[in-house]
């Protein structure tokens, strides 16, 4: 027991001018005092060799505690005694080794960080970028020196680390990355305003109604009507600017911090362990870069009103959502170091998660805002007749070409943004034309509108209008659109159909019913058996009434004039319609010369390329109008991609099919 007890408190002593330093760990150091200054002040460079003596003060003072906690004596009285008064030495040591950590960290912020009182207004934010960097580094370069006392507090009092974490914090902040540093940097960007009065955000109902007219007229880059005037250029490239020069520098400072308080030296954390690691990093970073954040916040677009709620910008919130997407790629650890880097790199991250979910919040409630604005059907007629191309449709295509003008905003020539691989973007864009089609079916839908034709041409017209206005911008809109432009194409040929049917049934009632009963008795009787239960004389005598030369050039004169009178100028699809029908009138007539000449050996006069040759001559007006105006280029339904489709091949069949009247040719 004897020899126990000497061997334990034999690891209890520590060397008696180890002691002496603990009892005043400033005699290790060495002071200069500057002239015209009544403080001495430590002299870092010269003071190194005192700080390797207070470390292995400390080192020894570490050791003493765990040897008595690994001898397992600590619940004899004399033991115990002696590690609460290595426990009490250990706290004041701590407690000067944390004065004099915080002292070395303001004496040289005073002596490294420059004054922002010095900085020109005009100074380039490039050059005020790389003065920043520069300071930084050399500011964390020079406090290294004394990272190993840090180092001890942290082995024998941990909890003091926090004070000194706080500390640091409030230096970088009051110095290298101060307001008033931030706010001449973000003043200096090219295209910064920090007045929130000048964030306009235009509804849908605010842009300019596009048009498929040929002859339209209308200025380009002109995106808003008359009767609102706003901010429609982003200042993007102040996004790309504070994101380039200045997150290198808050990575840099989480890397630092990181290093300096050890929050990642241990080996082997367990999940828990990193992220309480990661949260205290981030606490004191915040604090750090609290300036900078609030500052890029308002490059973003994003202003906090006096209640405290978020508002701003919503077209620069989408462009800055498409930067901050971009600039995660750089700091990702594809290498997986671990340690500081990859905690490092994960605040970024998160910084920069949080951005985006601010900017993409503020956009994505003005995108609600408007799927309510076009779900309220405004501007659409009760009856549905001559509803022409909606008002939400009408824009949707200005809006998209504002998205695209402002991701291309100081950007090169050769970028081209990529919606579709944004999913917050992509989403909700898809969702806006998905309303768009949602009002369209409840307007085609309700009670008041006439089921006639008034519901298949507003279908047509305004899927027409959609399919042709994104197949102008491009194929990147092609792609970020895909399912709903094969949905609008299926929706265009079933309503184009079923419009150009009713048209010709109108105008050629009898002959439709005429054909359509022969058509049910040749399925009962046969070909040859039809003459008895419609005689020829009959056949023959209504054909003559129906389709005589005056009688057809009437008719088509009639469905052309109706025609003109449903359809929009907006959409330019008359010519397309009118081409269409021409092409369905010729189909009907040669399945009824066909079966004419099945069932009666007669043949139609005038024959069915005859008729179209009339149409021609008659509608002279519509091949001129039909020379210049929009080209029909929609995809297959099902397809994966667009695909022209030719305005002669809309394969068209007659409503009513169930009376079996031939097959489409």
Not at 59 to 77: F, M, P, Q, R, T
Not at 193 to 212: C, E, F, G, M, T
Not at 515 to 524: G, L, Q, T, V, Y
Request: with cysteine; charged share 25%.
């Amino acid at each position: 027991l004897g020899n126990d007890m000497s061997h334990i408190f034999s690891g209890l002593d520590l060397k008696p001018d180890l002691e002496r330093v603990m009892k005043d760990p400033r005699s290790a150091l060495i002071y200069s005092k500057k002239r015209g200054q009544g403080k001495n002040k430590i002299d870092v460079v010269e003071s190194e060799s005192g700080v390797d003596v207070l470390h292995q003060a400390g080192e020894d003072l570490y050791h003493a505690i765990e040897c008595a906690a690994e001898s397992g004596g600590v619940h004899l009285k004399a033991v115990n005694g002696r590690v609460k008064h290595l426990i009490s030495k250990a706290e004041l040591f701590c407690a000067e080794l944390k004065q004099i950590v915080i002292e070395v960290m303001k004496q040289l912020a005073s002596e490294i960080v420059p004054s922002a009182d010095g900085i020109k207004k005009t100074e380039n934010h490039t050059s005020m970028a790389r003065q920043i960097r520069d300071t930084q580094r050399k500011y964390q370069s020079s406090l290294l020196g004394f990272i190993k006392l840090i180092e001890i507090v942290s082995k024998l009092q941990p909890e003091t680390l926090v004070s000194i974490r706080d500390e640091y914090a409030q230096i970088v902040v009051d110095g290298i990355l101060s307001k008033k540093r931030m706010k001449i940097y973000f003043l200096s960007l090219p295209g910064y305003n920090n007045d929130p009065s000048v964030a306009a955000s235009p509804d849908l109902r605010d842009y300019q109604a596009a048009s498929l007219k040929a002859s339209s007229n209308k200025k380009e880059g002109v995106l808003l009507d008359h009767h609102h005037h706003g901010q429609l250029t982003v200042n993007a490239e102040d996004i790309g600017c504070g994101l380039s020069e200045l997150l290198p520098v808050i990575a840099r400072e989480a890397y630092f911090t990181a290093a300096l308080f050890g929050l990642s030296k241990k080996q082997h954390l367990d999940g828990r362990e990193k992220k309480r690691n990661f949260e205290q990093a981030r606490k004191s970073v915040d604090t750090s870069s609290y300036f900078f954040r609030y500052y890029l916040q308002r490059v973003c677009g994003i202003f906090e009103t006096e209640t405290g709620k978020l508002t701003g910008e919503t077209m620069l919130s989408l462009v800055a959502s498409i930067y901050l997407n971009e600039s995660m790629e750089g700091y990702i650890d594809h290498q997986k170091k671990g340690g500081d880097h990859s905690l490092s790199l994960a605040y970024v991250r998160a910084t920069i998660l949080d951005f985006r979910k601010k900017v993409d919040k503020n956009w994505v409630g003005w995108v609600e805002d408007n799927i309510k604005y076009i779900r309220s059907n405004t501007g659409v007629p009760l009856n549905g007749k001559r509803a022409g191309v909606f008002p939400s449709f009408a824009r949707f295509p200005t809006y998209l070409d504002h998205v695209l003008q402002s991701c291309q905003a100081g950007r090169g020539s050769d970028y081209k943004v990529n919606l579709s691989k944004i999913r917050v973007i992509s989403y909700y864009l898809q969702k806006m034309a998905g309303a768009l089609f949602a009002s369209l079916h409840e307007c085609a839908e309700r009670d008041t509108t006439d089921k006639q034709y008034a519901s298949n041409v507003m279908r047509m017209e305004n899927s027409y209008f959609f399919l042709e206005s994104i197949r102008r911008r491009g194929d990147e809109l092609m792609v970020l659109f895909q399912k709903q432009f094969v949905a609008a194409n299926a929706i265009f040929k079933q309503s184009t159909d079923a419009y150009l049917g009713w048209m010709i049934k109108r105008e050629f009632k009898q002959l439709h019913v005429l054909f359509s009963n022969i058509s049910r008795i040749r399925k009962d009787v046969g070909d040859k058996d039809v003459p008895i239960h419609v005689p020829k004389s009959t056949f023959i005598k209504t054909l003559a009434k129906e389709t005589s030369r005056d009688i057809l050039k009437e008719r088509i004169v009639a469905m052309y004039e109706r025609m003109e009178k449903h359809l929009s100028e907006t959409a330019n699809f008359l010519p397309l319609a009118w081409k269409a029908l021409v092409r369905m009138l010729y189909d009907w007539f040669n399945r009824w010369e066909k079966m004419s000449f099945s069932c009666y050996n007669y043949k139609l006069e005038p024959s069915p390329v005859e008729i179209v040759r009339l149409a021609k001559t008659k509608v002279g007006a519509v091949k001129k109008t039909g020379g210049g105006g929009a080209t029909l280029n929609t995809p297959t339904a099902g397809a994966t991609t667009a695909s022209a489709t030719n305005p002669n091949n809309l394969n068209a069949k007659p409503a009513g099919d169930e009376n079996n009247i031939g097959k489409t040719k």
